[in-house]
């Protein structure tokens, strides 16, 4: 089933999204040459401790760290380790979590780690957060899950590749509902299978971790044997982006933004919902 929040538990929502917030802005800093994904893990736990909250992703089915480190053909669930180092060039998705007061906050997001991108990653990054945005931007009263699923899909879809051919929506992870639990349903597909049908109902109270993952090439991954890190099966590059978002009876809220959304959806015409913690 999936949980419909009062007021209250999106308030502590936003106090674990905040928490999120923070622990990207650090870890951002840290994505420095030289530096292992290991640190930037002790850098996630340091601002969870400073801010009193319990990380939602270590020992979560068994997983080792804080933060998922997806580096390069990595797609998702990186491990954090002091063997990897990162480079000049790399492409980093790092996806962090927090627990406030028994409530989660989920987000992602890709990081250029120094310099020497191509246009094409850049690129590939910046269709894969645009299309993360359109998908925010469905999420409102009346509208269906699906309708997530095809503003996600059809922006991707719409964008040319700079070297040619298509991206890879990967097909195997999606987004999902959130609250007093990590994962719950819905489970949020990145384009529109038919078969699925329509989906639920959009209403106040639902919670969803909207997260396109978007490769240069294949849709499909296989797992390591390591049971946690996915790779694309072709090798090809990936970007990962995502919020936590609460549909209000006045419009979403981004609980993983420090502005709530609110400049990204004024773009697309979008009000959101006032901050419940002012």
Avoid at 46 to 74: E, Q, R
Avoid at 190 to 213: D, F, Q, S, T, W
Avoid at 228 to 245: A, F, M, R, Y
Wanted: glycine share 12%.
């Amino acid at each position: 089933m999936v949980e419909i929040k009062t007021p209250e538990q999106i308030a502590k929502m936003r106090e674990a999204g905040l928490v999120v917030a923070a622990m990207h802005e650090a870890c951002a800093a840290a994505a420095v040459p030289g530096a292992t994904t290991k640190d930037l893990d002790e850098v996630a736990a340091k601002v969870l401790a400073d801010h009193g909250a319990k990380p939602n992703f270590l020992g979560y089915g068994g997983f080792p760290g804080n933060i998922c480190t997806s580096v390069n053909d990595v797609v998702v669930h990186g491990i954090p380790s002091k063997e990897t180092v990162l480079k000049a060039g790399d492409l980093l998705s790092i996806d962090a979590g927090a627990i406030i007061d028994g409530w989660h906050g989920d987000a992602a997001l890709t990081v250029f780690v120094g310099e020497g991108h191509s246009a094409e990653l850049r690129e590939l990054s910046r269709v894969t957060e645009e299309s993360m945005w359109a998908g925010i931007a469905a999420m409102r009263k009346g509208n269906r899950l699906v309708d997530v699923s095809k503003a996600i899909e059809s922006y991707i879809r719409r964008q040319p590749r700079p070297a040619g051919g298509k991206y890879g929506i990967i097909e195997d992870y999606g987004g999902h509902g959130i609250g007093s639990q990590m994962h719950m349903d819905p489970h949020l597909l990145n384009y529109v299978e038919r078969r699925r049908g329509r989906g639920p109902k959009l209403v106040p109270g639902m919670c969803l971790a909207i997260e396109p993952m978007v490769s240069l090439g294949t849709a499909r991954t296989h797992v390591l044997s390591d049971e946690w890190t996915v790779k694309t099966n072709d090798g090809t590059w990936s970007s990962h982006w995502e919020h936590s978002i609460a549909l209000t009876e006045q419009g979403p809220l981004v609980l993983t933004a420090p502005d709530g959304g609110r400049a990204k959806l004024a773009e697309l015409g979008v009000e959101v919902a006032p901050d419940p913690l002012g």
